[in-house]
Structures are given as structure tokens and as C-alpha cells.
T-cell receptor
Framework: GESVGLHLPTLSVQEGDNSIINCAYSNSASDYFIWYKQESGKGPQFIIDIRSNMDKRQGQRVTVLLNKTVKHLSLQIAATQPGDSAVYFCAENNNAGNMLTFGGGTRLMVKP | EAQVTQNPRYLITVTGKKLTVTCSQNMNHEYMSWYRQDPGLGLRQIYYSMNVEATDKGDVPEGYKVSRKEKRNFPLILESPSPNQTSLYFC????????????FGPGTRLTVL
């Protein structure tokens, strides 16, 4: 598969544990944020999003938290599974939705 | 099946030899975009297009051209590739502007010698 990054921060968790992946964004004017999952050899896949007028949003096994004061975003994955192993990127939406700025990514490794 | 396709998936070329990477989507999306992905830098936007005949620069447009003559296709053109354009390229599309979900293609690994 394609290598997506040789120097990514790595989070290693035990199967069944909860995972928390963090992201700092740069533009205080950004109004929409997205988390993507990228598996080896594939393009990024949408996981969950959140608008700037919210501070928490929940999906299936995933929760995104937004702290606009410190420009911080986190992705929480409950009961992490081997299939969750991937690189996770946060992205902020700029220019009225026309441009996405991605963070550097975090590699999640799930130990059986 | 709704998808974004890219061709070729892998390409090795030499400096200065013009190349085109094609991108096509079958979802009738108005918005399309190109990104490059490099180790430690995440994905960076090269160009985007809001609709046919409407293209705009992203964060790293230097050395690239695009065209949008048809809604479904958004080719990326490297007129004179250089080694610093060796990268993994992704095409993406979404229904419109704003907060619509963006769908990514499988990627094209380009090596410029």
C-alpha cells in the first residue's frame, strides 16, 4: 500500500480501549472541521464533522470535541478495534468551504 | 457505485516530460479538487474547481495546471515535472461548496527522476 507518512505521531492502544486523537488548528476564522481516516493504499475517508457553533458531536463509536478558545480538536474512538488502525487527519474548512487545510496526521495502531 | 477514479495509479517519469493525471467522478458533483500528500506534511490543496470552467489556486499551485471542461473530469497537468513534485496525489469531489462531504479518489503515486 501507499505510505502516507514516515514521521507521524503514533498512538498505540489495546483493542477494546478508548482512543483519543488530538489536533490543533490554525485559523480562528474556520467554521467547519472534519476528521478523516486514511487506510494504507486508500484515499482519506470522512468520519465525522463539526461546525464551529458546536463543541461536541457524536457518531457511531466516535465523538469529536471542539475547543475554539485554544483552537483544539479531538477525536475519541470508543472500544477501538483492529479495523480502526489507520492514519487520522483533522481538517479545517476555509474560504467559504472551498479550501481544506489538513493537519499532519496521527497514526493509530491497535494491538490485539 | 459512486466513486472518484484516478489514472494512472502509479507513474515514474523523468524531469521535464509533460504528464497528465486524470480524475473522474460519477456523482454529478460540482466541486472537484487536487491534493498532494508528502511525509510529515499531511495533504495540501493544489487547485480546486467550483464548476465547469471555474478553477482556483489552492495552497501549493506552483508547477501545476488544471482544467475543467466537463463536470465529471478534472485533470491535473504537470507541464515540466521536477523531482520536488514526487508525491502522492489525491483527487476529491463534493456536491457543492460549503460543508458538503468531500470524497477522495484512491491516489496516484508519482515519481519524477
Amino acid at each position: 500500500g501507499e505510505s502516507v507518512g514516515l514521521h507521524l505521531p503514533t498512538l498505540s492502544v489495546q483493542e477494546g480501549d478508548n482512543s483519543i486523537i488530538n489536533c490543533a488548528y490554525s485559523n480562528s476564522a474556520s467554521d467547519y472541521f472534519i476528521w478523516y481516516k486514511q487506510e494504507s493504499g486508500k484515499g482519506p475517508q470522512f468520519i465525522i464533522d463539526i461546525r464551529s457553533n458546536m463543541d461536541k458531536r457524536q457518531g457511531q463509536r466516535v465523538t469529536v470535541l471542539l475547543n475554539k478558545t485554544v483552537k483544539h480538536l479531538s477525536l475519541q474512538i470508543a472500544a477501538t478495534q483492529p479495523g480502526d488502525s489507520a492514519v487520522y487527519f483533522c481538517a479545517e474548512n476555509n474560504n467559504a468551504g472551498n479550501m481544506l487545510t489538513f493537519g499532519g496526521g496521527t497514526r493509530l495502531m491497535v494491538k490485539p | 457505485e459512486a466513486q472518484v477514479t484516478q489514472n494512472p495509479r502509479y507513474l515514474i517519469t523523468v524531469t521535464g516530460k509533460k504528464l497528465t493525471v486524470t480524475c473522474s467522478q460519477n456523482m454529478n458533483h460540482e466541486y472537484m479538487s487536487w491534493y498532494r500528500q508528502d511525509p510529515g506534511l499531511g495533504l495540501r490543496q493544489i487547485y480546486y474547481s467550483m464548476n465547469v470552467e471555474a478553477t482556483d489556486k489552492g495552497d501549493v499551485p506552483e508547477g501545476y495546471k488544471v482544467s475543467r471542461k466537463e463536470k465529471r473530469n478534472f485533470p491535473l497537468i504537470l507541464e515540466s515535472p521536477s523531482p520536488n513534485q514526487t508525491s502522492l496525489y489525491f483527487c476529491a469531489s463534493k456536491k457543492g461548496g460549503g460543508t458538503d462531504t468531500q470524497y477522495f479518489g484512491p491516489g496516484t503515486r508519482l515519481t519524477v527522476l
